[in-house]
């Protein structure tokens, strides 16, 4: 699908009950470079683990990873249909797949996240912390201890328990890719709770970088604007979906196949002196 010819708000009413969401709902369905992207050998004989691959950004990223040569452990909730068609896209490439379904506010979960990506595989090159969770609220008053605390163990809190999980079996050249946020910059206030997550992957991933540049381990951000992905309908207002996208500049929301080659740079020895950084994809909303 060319840039032209993307979807552009209003988008059709929507809402989803299920969170994060799922794939077959959304209207339009989203692209995650299913029938464009084209790999080139960047990552072969590498494994990634990516967290929240079974759709939007984590499919993308799972779908580029597998045609530039990877094999992908694809960590999920509960979205089983989501991620076997993941799944089925990696091994279409040619490259191994692992589902790994599970709650990662758990924290064995976390360190068995790992321990089952290195038995299956045997080794471990890439980790991508993309899962992520968010709900719309109008006042602070309205939101409770237990859903604060459930955006902090997802977002932040499960990042640090399967980074420090994953060090171990990460050597030099290795790379960590957090999935933060325009929001991280520019807060969205209904959205504080996640908003304020987004701004501690940042500061995080910068203080990784540093901690592990002499072990030659980078670490780096990808920082999304509007990306149509299931989260939105499952966790915004439904005149919020309907506009989602229209506030930046090109007018739209992203796909998750145009935040695909940020990630497989980031990944890939070609990135080798890139560390500590953000590659902001925000559809032309500048992150200063």
């Known amino acids: 699908m060319s840039a032209k010819n993307h979807p552009k708000p209003p988008f059709p009413e929507q809402q989803q009950e299920h969170r994060p969401g ?167 206030p209904g959205l504080i709770a996640y908003a304020s997550t987004k701004g501690a992957i940042q500061n995080f991933t910068g203080g990784l970088a540093q901690l592990l540049a002499e072990r030659g381990i980078r670490a780096n951000c990808v920082a999304p604007g509007p990306i149509w992905t299931p989260l939105i309908p499952s966790t915004m207002p439904v005149e919020k979906v309907k506009n989602f996208g229209s506030q930046v500049p090109l007018k739209r929301a992203g796909q998750p196949a145009e935040l695909a080659a940020a990630y497989v740079l980031l990944a890939s020895d070609e990135a080798s002196y890139i560390s500590g950084a953000t590659v902001a994809v925000t559809g032309g909303k500048p992150i200063i």
């Open 22 to 188: 799922l794939t077959k709902p959304l209207d339009p369905q989203p692209d995650h470079g299913e029938e464009s992207y084209k790999g080139s050998g960047k990552l072969a004989g590498k494994t990634a683990l990516i967290t929240g691959g079974d759709s939007g950004i984590g499919r993308a990223v799972a779908i580029a990873f597998a045609r530039e040569g990877a094999d992908v452990a694809i960590s999920y909730l509960d979205e089983h249909d989501d991620a076997k068609e993941t799944a089925r896209w990696v091994q279409e490439a040619g490259q191994k797949a692992l589902l790994l379904p599970g709650d990662i506010t758990d924290r064995a979960h976390c360190r068995e996240l790992v321990a089952k990506t290195v038995e299956a595989f045997g080794h471990l090159e890439v980790l991508v912390n993309n899962a992520a969770y968010q709900m719309t609220y109008d006042g602070l008053e309205d939101i409770s201890d237990d859903e604060w605390d459930k955006t902090y163990s997802t977002n932040i809190g499960a990042m640090f328990r399967i980074t420090k999980a994953a060090l171990p079996h990460l050597k030099e050249g290795a790379a960590i890719i957090n999935t933060t946020s325009v929001n991280a910059d520019a807060p969205n």
